[in-house]
């Protein structure tokens, strides 16, 4: 059951990466392109003072290696956060932890990021392995599996070890412990995150505490799919939204929206949706959700939708290549990443007006 998550998240997301780096220059859909030249950026959000930071997954390295899910895949210090402020874009932390095929398509690595006032900026990494995560960091390094805190110039240091968590709580009781932290939401007591691996919502306190918020549906709840949840945020009602990506066979409109209360299970909230790899409200207080694909099997492109106050969902922004998140910013413009797979540094950030 966790290998079949596993390869819902990393396998689907390099299988497409390679399809779409062997046809070429993708299609940029109608938008503006404010940022470029990004190696696999994935979400996104605004700092207080303004600037719109992106969480960028690297292109491995050249090792330590391990033969994975079919072919070799080698670490190195490639991932990154980068900076778009006041017009000018440009990585202002580096050296995070990263691996990839040789092709660098699909990486592992700085996956989700959030700000919350000044000093409390964290981006998580992901792990993803085939066997326990402490194993799998005994060979490919000890900084997957982890939050990092960074500052504006460029310093950051490990917080919060997600993986070990999982390993000594496994809270969905898998057989075999899996953690993946993907998306991640600061705030004034501590943040949360969401670990795909682990299929689970998870409280960090300020004094670095870590505590289950929610585990989500799986196989053991009849569905076809697991889970894979890869998204977190707050609602008007104080509520957590989690949207998740699903696995393999890759069904259309298995995706569900969960809201979560603490010390309540969670709850499905709207309709389905296709492979969602990031959600979040917008000022005009509905709540947008964005698939990575929108075909069987991960094909088809990436879709963002505007969930209506009477349960429908109606497309805002279409024929996106892959995206990998969404972000409203201060000008009430939406800001979406795009080719976040695609290695080569073809990904970008794309402005759309509301």
Partial sequence: MRKLRLVGLVIGLCALATALSSVGSAVTPPGTVVMSNLDNPRHLAFGPE?????????????????FIRGQTQCAGASGAVSRLWHGAQSRVVTGLPSYAPASGA??????????????????????????????FRAIMGQGFGRTVRFKPN?????QDDIAAYEAENNPDSSPVPDSNPYGILAGAGGRVVVDAGG?????????????TLGVFPSRPQGRST??????????????Y????????????????????????????????FSFIIDLTWGPDGHLY?????????????????????????????????APGGVVFGPDGALYVSNKSVVPGGAGEVLRFEP
């Fill in 106 to 135: 699909g990486a592992t690595g700085p996956h989700g990021v959030s700000l919350h006032g000044r000093g409390n900026a964290y981006v998580t990494v992901g792990l993803g392995g085939e066997s326990d995560p402490i194993a």
């Fill in 50 to 66: 303004g600037g719109l930071y992106v969480a960028e997954a690297g292109h491995g390295g050249s090792g330590p290696c391990i």
């Fill in 289 to 321: 959700v964005l698939q990575f694909a929108s075909g069987l099997g991960l094909s088809g492109p990436g879709i963002l939708y505007r969930l209506e106050s009477d349960g429908t969902k109606t497309p805002v922004v279409t024929d996106l290549v």
């Fill in 199 to 211: 299929n689970d919502l998870l409280r960090v306190r300020a004094n670095g505490r870590i505590s």
């Fill in 154 to 158: 460029g310093s950051w240091r490990y």
């Fill in 241 to 272: 939204y989690v949207g998740e990506l699903t696995g393999v066979p890759f069904n259309v409109d298995e995706a569900r929206v969960y809201r979560v209360v603490p010390g309540q299970p969670p709850q499905e909230y709207g309709p389905t």
């Fill in 226 to 239: 697991d889970s894979s949840p890869t998204s977190v945020t707050v609602g008007p009602d104080g509520a």
